[in-house]
Structures are given as structure tokens and as C-alpha cells.
């Protein structure tokens, strides 16, 4: 062999050293990893394309979803013969309900599937529920035919029927519920976390959203208003099933984040850590660091290897005791029996993330409430209105196009005008800020609005009763105020969820939580809705027994035109007032993170 023989495997050890460098630059670096569990390459894997798919699949199960709930009360009250109020409460514990479900996709998603099957598993369990529901409605429910429009409500139905329609309703309760906040992390993991892309996709994501919420608040509210409820259902069913079809055919483009394991068992062994050292004598901060346990990753038990490592933060002392390191420790305890008296401090940080976003969570709760109002009370008010216009009758429900309109709109004009002057005004003070509004200001904004959106529901029923009253004091809808009115509550209700409903809230929570649970912080602004349907239907019982004590009918009687919906409104108003409460809790969160510094860029309010 020749010199330049022995030389060739150095040269192509050389070779392949510099392509495997090259590789390892081309990886992502925040732990995410292809469908075969290998190193996601960025090329190959996530970007707009995986990004633009999931967007595609967020709009048609929007488009499912809305098209069964967005006249599920007009359901209730004329295929099942339901009063007013059973309808109401029917429709909000099933609202409720589905962001309850949100909760059991994230349990599963962050401890055991990821997030990429439990969005298939819990998309096919909502198909079988709308396929059931189109079936249970096609065949037993509309009975006579063509019943369930304004003038022909339905028969009577068996239990059997009733409970069939039931278990169909709350399967797709299910599946949507279980899958929302899973697609939403999905989508954010398929940008480096270390840009800002991911926050403009979460603008994007709620856009797709609304496209689906304005087809069925349009097309399917109209058809299924003229009483064609099983083609509405069956549309609702072939659109789930395409969004199913169109997910597991991106699946070799996405980036996957491994399950960490059951966040409950790790939230519960800091806990129970904690207090078993409760007597024993720590260091004082900031030396106590030094001797908190920092665990290597061939034994990282807070969350897989991929997960990034926090550092120790001030705040909630009492915590570090379980990651605080005694001589008994030091004996070694091998296997899980030792997590629950030592726990690495990044497992004790998880804990103290979720800790300070609940005050902030509580305080979304109360806007949820007013959120909730738009899906039920002002449809009820809409229908007491005039709603037709040049011979055209405008189903009351379809109303919330202009909500989605306004949201669509304030997206743009946030991201391509309030958002650049805020960095330029930041900027003039500042030179380092390279970003405008944070996440707790744009939901402080959000709130303001909200509270003008029901000052302006509740003017807009003042000038309708008095029409009312003009006009037939004792007849229901007839009312000659025109029911486009109601616009400037629903654009200042789409500008509201822009800034804190729904792209702050998932912005924020997002963001603050630890890479172990990505998805609950989306749970987070799902269940805040949740708890304020259910903080709502309790309202609207306590003020209807407390009013109808001093005025027969009630704030809200089934005839709206002998009751006070105004004064709800106005009362509504008043409990959004919690801004004083919210700021608060803003700047403890700013404040406590500032002192630990734990995340990429400071909050401000």
C-alpha cells in the first residue's frame, strides 16, 4: 500500500467528521426529534409546511365542531322540546365540558403518547361521535319529517334515543376537547422556540379557527335554522373526517417532543418532598443553591433528556427543601422511592412555574364568563331583534361573523401596525427592546375592551326595549330595532379574544410553561373558559332568583322583552372589572420573575 493509500481512511474519517458536524447544524436545538425518534433536521422536518398542515387541520375540525355547537341550544329547544332554560344549561355544562376534556388530552399527550397521537386518537374518537350524532339525528330524532324548524318542533323521543343523542354530543365533547390544546403545541413545536415565529403562528392558528367558526355560523347556522339538521351534522361529520385524512398524511413532516412522564406523580413527589424536610435546617439563600441537587441526565426524573434544565429561582423557598441535599441523601437511594425525598431542582422549577401562572389563570376565569355570553345571551338577544333586511332573514346565531371578521381583522392590524409602532415607541426609550406589547399587557388591553363590549350590549338593550315597548309591549320579537345593532358588541368582543381570549392566553401560557408541559399551559386558557361557562350558568341562576324576588319575570325571562337583559349586562361589566385584581397579580408574576430569571425576556405591565 502506497503513502497515499494510507492515507485515504484519514481522509474519510475527515470527510465524515465534517458532514456529521455539518448534520448536527442542521438539527434543531430545542429536543425535538422526527417520527422515527431521531434528531429533527430542519430541512426535512417542521417549518411552514408542517405548520401550514396544521392550520389546514385546526380550521375543518373548528368547522366540525361549531357546526354542532354554534345552534345546539335552537336544537335542544325545538328537536327535543326543551325550555329555555334546560337548553341553556344543556349546552353550557356540554361547553363546559369539552374544556374539561382538555384536560384528559394533556394528561395523556405530556405523560405518555405526545402530542402527535394523541391528536390522531382523540380526532377519531370526535368522528365516531359526529357519525353517531348524524345517524342518531337522520334516523330517530327528526320525527315527523321536516320538523325542527321555527314553525314545526319535533315529536316526543324515547330514553334510549335521548341518551344515544347524549353519549353522541359528548364523544365529540371528547375528541374536541382532547385534541385543541394538543394541535396548538403541535403546531408551536414545529419552529425553533428560540425565534418569534411561533408566536405569530399562534395569530395564524386562531385565524384558521375562526374561518371554520365563520362557515358554520353562516352556511351551517342557516341550513340548520331551516330545520336541515342532519345535512348540517353530516357536513360537520365529512370535515372531521378530512381533517383526520390530511394530519396522518403530514405525519413524516412533523417534529415531535417526547412524553416527560405523569406531571402529577412529579408535581405530588416536590410536594411530598418538601414537607418531609420541613424541620430540616437549610442554608439561607442565595447559598442554599449550591447544595440543591442537580440531576445529570442519565437521571433527569422531571422530564425526558430532550427537556432544557431550569435554574434555580427565588420565590416559593419552601420548595427547594425537596431538592436540598442531607446527609441522608447522600447515602444513596436508588430507584423511584427516592424521588419522593429528593428531586432535582429542575423538577422543584416545573413546580414553581405552574404555581405563578394560577393567579393569572383565576383572573382569565372571570372574562371566560363574559365570553360565554356571546354564544348564548346574545343570540337570545339577536332573536328578540328584527332580523331580516331587504327580505333576507339573518339567522340570529350567524351574528358571530362579525366577531370573527373583527378578529381576522385586529390579527392583521396588530401584527402589521399596533405591534411595529409599539417596538418603535419601546424603542426610543430603549434601544435594546426589540419587542412591543408582552403577553400580560396585550391581556390587560383585552379585558378593557371587554368590559366595553358589554357597556355597548347593554346600551344596545336599553334602545331595544324601549322599541319594544313602543311597538307591542306584550309580543316576543317584535321589536323594530334591526339586529345590526348588535355589531359594535361582537367586533369589540373579536378584538378582546385577539389581545387575551385566545392568542394571548395561549402566547403566554405557552411560553411560561417548562418544556415537560407545553400542552397544559395551552389547557390553561381552554379551562378558564370552561370554568367560566360553568361560573356562568351558576350567575345566570342566582341573579334570575334573586331578581324575580323583586320583578316578577326576572332579568331574563323567556319573553326578553318583560325582562331587564340590560342590567345583566351592566353587571357583567362591573365583574370584568377584576383589572385591578389582574394587574395585580401581573406585576407580583413580572416581579417574582424578574427576581429569578427564569424566562427567555422580561414581562411587563
Not at 332554560?85 to 353550557?92: D, M
Request: with cysteine.
Amino acid at each position: 500500500m502506497n503513502r497515499d493509500d494510507q492515507s485515504l481512511p484519514c481522509i474519510l474519517q475527515e470527510k465524515f467528521e465534517e458532514e456529521e458536524e455539518t448534520a448536527d447544524c442542521l438539527t434543531t436545538l430545542d429536543g425535538t426529534v422526527d417520527e422515527k425518534g431521531r434528531h429533527a433536521i430542519k430541512a426535512k422536518t417542521g417549518g411552514w409546511i408542517a405548520g401550514a398542515i396544521v392550520l389546514m387541520t385546526q380550521g375543518l375540525p373548528t368547522l366540525a365542531y361549531f357546526g354542532v355547537g354554534v345552534n345546539l341550544l335552537l336544537f335542544m329547544r325545538r328537536v327535543l322540546g326543551q325550555n329555555h332554560a334546560e337548553a341553556a344549561n344543556s349546552v353550557s355544562n356540554w361547553t363546559g365540558t369539552v374544556y374539561i376534556f382538555s384536560l384528559v388530552g394533556v394528561f395523556m399527550s405530556d405523560s405518555y403518547w405526545g402530542r402527535y397521537k394523541t391528536c390522531a386518537i382523540f380526532q377519531v374518537i370526535s368522528v365516531l361521535g359526529l357519525v353517531s350524532l348524524s345517524v342518531s339525528c337522520y334516523k330517530f330524532l327528526l320525527r315527523p319529517r321536516g320538523c325542527g324548524d321555527q314553525q314545526n318542533p319535533c315529536g316526543s323521543h324515547s330514553r334510549l334515543e335521548i341518551s344515544f343523542f347524549y353519549l353522541s354530543i359528548y364523544l365529540v365533547a371528547l375528541g374536541n376537547g382532547g385534541y385543541q390544546p394538543n394541535i396548538a403545541t403541535l403546531g408551536a413545536d414545529q419552529f425553533d422556540q428560540e425565534g418569534q415565529v411561533e408566536v405569530a403562528f399562534f395569530s395564524y392558528f386562531y385565524l384558521a379557527q375562526c374561518l371554520g367558526m365563520l362557515f358554520s355560523s353562516t352556511m351551517l347556522s342557516y341550513f340548520e335554522d331551516k330545520g336541515m339538521w342532519a345535512l348540517g351534522f353530516w357536513v360537520s361529520t365529512g370535515s372531521a373526517l378530512a381533517a383526520l385524512v390530511l394530519f396522518l398524511a403530514g405525519s413524516t413532516r412533523y417534529r415531535h417532543v417526547k412524553p416527560s412522564g405523569n406531571p402529577l406523580s412529579r408535581f405530588c413527589q416536590v410536594i411530598v418532598a418538601a414537607i418531609r424536610k420541613c424541620k430540616v435546617h437549610m442554608p439561607p439563600l442565595p447559598d442554599a443553591p449550591d447544595g440543591l441537587y442537580q440531576a445529570t441526565d442519565g437521571h433527569n426524573s422531571s422530564a425526558n433528556n430532550s427537556s432544557r434544565k431550569i435554574i434555580h429561582t427565588h420565590g416559593f423557598e419552601f420548595l427547594d427543601r425537596a431538592a436540598y441535599i442531607t446527609p441522608r441523601d447522600l447515602q444513596g437511594q436508588e430507584g423511584s422511592s427516592g424521588l419522593w425525598r429528593l428531586c432535582p431542582i429542575s423538577q422543584v422549577e416545573e413546580v414553581k412555574c405552574v404555581l405563578r401562572l394560577l393567579p393569572i389563570w383565576i383572573c382569565t376565569t372571570i372574562y371566560s364568563v363574559v365570553f360565554a355570553q356571546m354564544a348564548f345571551l346574545f343570540v337570545e338577544q339577536g332573536a328578540a331583534m328584527t332580523t331580516t333586511f331587504s327580505g333576507f332573514h339573518f339567522p340570529p346565531a350567524s351574528m358571530s361573523s362579525f366577531d370573527i371578521v373583527s378578529v381576522a381583522t385586529f390579527i392583521f392590524l396588530y401584527r402589521w401596525i399596533l405591534d411595529p409602532l409599539a417596538i418603535w415607541l419601546r424603542r426610543k426609550k430603549t434601544e435594546s427592546i426589540s419587542k412591543g406589547l408582552t403577553e400580560l399587557q396585550r391581556m390587560g388591553i383585552g379585558l378593557v375592551i371587554a368590559v366595553l363590549a358589554m357597556i355597548s350590549a347593554g346600551i344596545v338593550e336599553c334602545y331595544r326595549l324601549k322599541h319594544a315597548q313602543k311597538s307591542c309591549t306584550n309580543c316576543h320579537g317584535s321589536s323594530s330595532l334591526s339586529i345590526f345593532w348588535q355589531v359594535p358588541q361582537y367586533a369589540f368582543m373579536g378584538a378582546s379574544k385577539v389581545l387575551f381570549m385566545y392568542v394571548g392566553q395561549l402566547e403566554f401560557f405557552k411560553a411560561q410553561a417548562p418544556d415537560g408541559l407545553k400542552s397544559f399551559g395551552s389547557a390553561l386558557s381552554m379551562t378558564s373558559i370552561s370554568l367560566g361557562n360553568y361560573v356562568s350558568s351558576l350567575l345566570v341562576t342566582v341573579v334570575m332568583k334573586i331578581s324575580e324576588k323583586h320583578h316578577i319575570p326576572g332579568w331574563i325571562p323567556g319573553n326578553l322583552d318583560k325582562g331587564h337583559l340590560n342590567r345583566f349586562y351592566f353587571l357583567l361589566a362591573a365583574l370584568v372589572a377584576d383589572l385591578v385584581v389582574y394587574i395585580t397579580c401581573a406585576k407580583w408574576y413580572k416581579n417574582d420573575i424578574k427576581q429569578g430569571g427564569t424566562v427567555k425576556e422580561e414581562l411587563e405591565i
